[in-house]
């Protein structure tokens, strides 16, 4: 089992801030429940991962602090129990989080028997976790601790078991992991004479120790195993990620192993899910491979990506890609879409001429997403979506474009918009990249590279606070109608 909470900046950033208040501050973060059970009785049983994803901050309220100092503070119940009930009436876990300025990120005695009067209260109240979270340090450079209660049959009032948290994530221009202190990775260590040396020393000598545990935590989704999927996959797998999840219903083709990496003419037939996948593990860094020859608004594919830190649209078309734009509000998680388009042009000369559009478009809560950007057709999706016998009924009496025919692709431009692609996760991660711009636009016939920066159009779903960290909640995506 691992475990999340996940923040958008905007969200996260008040709670930082507070830092800068020499008292202690607290709070009440709603989260939506991803994954295990959502109800008491059924989360005992439930070994899966846990990730809760926050949607409502109430600060409490100044007159409800009884106590509040630098080094400590103690509230009425009139300060957390609103919040609490709300959280819980909606089905959400509530999560209790206060600040420890210029301190550390650790819970005090005094923290563990607060949280264990919170986590009888909340189970009380009916829900199925509860979580607290600390806030440290200043706010240029806050540390996390966080930690989750089972609330369950297992559960004990006396001297409640709970788990660390994994990782806090925040995403928004950037995507940054907050770590339990001291936590450490083993994998990809080698022998090298007397003392063991990271198989991953020369990524560490640029991206630092911390670079590299953020890595290490990271899981990854790929969802498209084409050209430009197997690509990233040859890439991130090589980084030493915790996991990498491959989705693609596809088989092998006769052309796949013009663009495909790790795909050769003896896999004709086979899934591309998994000769991807068992190419990736073939690797052999440690990271976890998780296949999945399934299409995307498949219940088991649901499932894989639900806890995914980060997810790669390698997709085709527009139907997934408009599900995935979804995806990445609804779980608080950048979705990297990473496309290739190539157009022939007309001359009257009659030479060859041809326009190359390779995008890597950032797609995260604060941003645009590729709606608001026109990077996706929904009409086109929708058709997408149709079964193919309602898709060639449509398109026979007009009201749906039929089919397209297949457009160019060439292996080198896959797989450096690709690299690209994999590179813009990898700076934003670190905090070693620029994070204003969220779309890069590389045109390789004019040889220029362009970024920019969009705000949300007001009005699209990506701007609303409520969809953003439904996580799963139904209807999925709130997508009714794009598929049966
Ligand atoms: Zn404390
Ligand atoms: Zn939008």
Not at 30 to 55: E, M, N, R
Not at 262 to 277: F, I, Q, R, S, Y
Not at 304 to 328: E, P, T
Not at 340 to 356: C, G, H, M, W, Y
């Amino acid at each position: 089992m691992s475990t999340r909470i996940a923040f958008t900046e905007d969200q996260f950033k008040p709670l930082v801030a507070a830092l800068g208040n020499g008292d202690e501050t607290a709070m009440v973060v709603a989260t939506s429940l991803v994954g295990a059970a959502t109800t008491a009785a059924d989360s005992a049983k439930a070994g899966g991962h846990v990730t809760l994803l926050a949607q409502v901050i109430t600060q409490v309220p100044k007159g409800a602090y009884l106590e509040r100092g630098p080094r400590g503070l103690s509230i009425s119940s009139a300060g957390w129990v609103p919040a609490f009930r709300a959280a819980v009436a909606k089905g959400q876990v509530p999560v209790f989080v206060h600040t420890h300025p210029g301190g550390l990120p650790e819970f005090s005695q005094y923290d563990d028997q607060v949280d264990c009067d919170l986590a009888v209260a909340a189970r009380a109240f009916g829900a199925p976790y509860y979580a607290a979270i600390v806030i440290s340090g200043t706010p240029d450079h806050p540390g996390v601790a966080a930690r989750l209660y089972d609330l369950g049959d297992t559960f004990t009032p006396i001297a409640p078991d709970h788990t660390v948290v994994d990782a806090v994530r925040v995403t928004g221009s950037g995507l940054r992991l907050y770590l339990p202190t001291g936590s450490t990775n083993q994998h990809g260590t080698i022998e090298s004479g007397e003392e063991k040396v990271s198989a991953f020393d020369r990524q560490i000598r640029m991206l630092g120790q911390d670079g590299d545990r953020s890595l290490k935590q990271v899981r990854a989704a790929i969802v498209g195993a084409g050209g430009t999927g197997s690509a990233v996959g040859a890439q991130i797998a090589r980084l030493g990620l915790g996991e990498i999840i491959v989705v693609d219903d596809d088989i092998v083709t006769e052309p796949t192993p013009t663009r495909g990496h790790g795909m050769t003419a003896a896999d004709l037939n086979l899934p591309k899910a998994e000769v991807l996948g068992d190419h990736l593990n073939a690797i052999g860094l440690g990271t976890k491979i998780t296949k999945i020859n399934k299409p995307l608004h498949d219940p088991d594919a649901i499932a894989a990506i639900a806890h995914a830190d980060v997810i790669f649209s390698c997709v085709d078309g527009h139907g997934a890609r408009l599900i995935l734009n979804r995806w990445a509000y609804a779980h608080i998680a950048p979705v990297i879409d990473v496309a290739v388009l190539i157009t022939p042009v007309e001359t009257a000369d009659s030479n060859r001429k041809v326009e190359i559009e390779q995008r890597v478009t950032w797609v995260a809560p604060g941003a645009a997403c590729l709606l608001c950007r026109g990077r996706v057709d929904a009409t086109l999706a929708y058709a997408e979506n149709l079964d193919p016998e309602t898709r060639k009924r449509l398109a026979g009496e007009g009201y749906v474009q039929a089919a397209e025919t297949p457009r160019p692709a060439v292996v080198t431009l896959t797989t450096s918009v690709a690299a690209l692609g994999a590179t813009e996760f990898l700076l934003r991660l670190t905090g070693l990249g620029p994070v204003d711009a969220t779309e890069m636009l590389l045109r390789s016939h004019l040889g220029e590279l362009r970024r920019n920066a969009r705000p949300p159009r007001p009005g699209c779903f990506c701007t609303s606070a409520d969809f953003t960290g439904r996580g799963t909640r139904t209807p999925y995506l709130d997508l009714v109608g794009a598929w049966s």
